[in-house]
């Protein structure tokens, strides 16, 4: 079945130890996003990217960056974790000409 | 300021007891409007996409409306699988003209047997 892969589902990092999220699709869908939500809030988009054009949302702080290196991979780092930045990672795609986000399982950060 | 607003938070219903979950939103240049089912721990789950206003769409026991200032999600007849969180989200142009997708805090619905 095509579908939207997270890996891993639970990570445990320390706090200021970088940290890698991952996502693959086999969808062969042009678009992803990265999105962040906490306990009982709505998914906040982090960036997307439309084929390897990265856009990055106002308020995303630094310290998470993105990487596409091809159309079925991205990877989302967070170089310095903080105690705020426990929370659940969703990541997403949309075909170009659709409007309709596939999620993944999304994977959840624990911060120590 | 643009806002999705989603109301109420949580909601329990016996079960068969229909009811209504509402998305209002404030933003302009409406591009879609998407209702989506999210269970704990896991990814949402696409429900419905509506388009413009008076558009509706069905599934099962769920049904989405849409008018120029909010949606609603009707339940007909609940079962306790329908115990979720829904989400709603809007696609709309912002004022600085870039696309953008804002979603909703969800409303917990729990049905109970």
């Known amino acids: 079945d095509a579908m939207v892969i997270q890996n891993p589902r639970y990570q445990v990092t320390q706090f200021g130890k970088p940290v890698t999220l991952s996502c693959s699709q086999t969808?062969?869908?042009?678009?992803m996003y990265w999105y962040q939500q906490k306990s009982s809030q709505a998914p906040k988009l982090l960036f997307h990217?439309?084929?390897?054009?990265?856009?990055n949302e106002a308020d995303t702080p630094d310290n998470f960056q993105s990487r596409r290196p091809n159309t079925s991979f991205c990877f989302l780092d967070i170089r310095s974790p903080g105690l705020g930045d426990a929370a659940m990672y969703l990541c997403?795609?949309?075909?170009?000409?659709?409007?309709?986000?596939?999620f993944g399982p999304g994977t959840r950060l624990t911060v120590l | 300021e643009d806002q999705v607003t989603q109301s109420p938070e949580a909601l329990r219903l016996q079960e068969g007891e229909s009811s209504s979950l509402n998305c209002s939103y404030t933003?302009?240049?409406?591009?879609?409007l998407f209702w989506y089912r999210q269970d704990p721990g896991k990814g949402p789950e696409f429900l419905f996409t509506?388009?413009?206003a008076g558009e509706e769409k069905e599934k099962e026991r769920l049904k989405a409306t849409l008018t120029k200032k909010e949606s609603f999600l009707h339940i007909t007849a609940p079962k306790p699988e329908d115990s979720a969180t829904y989400l709603c989200?809007?696609?709309?142009?912002?004022?600085?003209?870039?696309?953008?997708?804002?979603f909703g805090t969800g409303t917990r619905l729990t049905i109970i047997p």
């Open positions: 509506l388009y413009s």
């Open positions: 989200a809007v696609r709309y142009i912002s004022n600085f003209g870039n696309e953008k997708l804002t």
């Open positions: 990217y439309y084929d390897k054009d990265f856009n």
């Open positions: 997403a795609t949309r075909p170009d000409r659709g409007d309709e986000q596939f």
């Open positions: 933003v302009s240049g409406l591009r879609g």
């Open positions: 969808l062969n869908h042009n678009v």
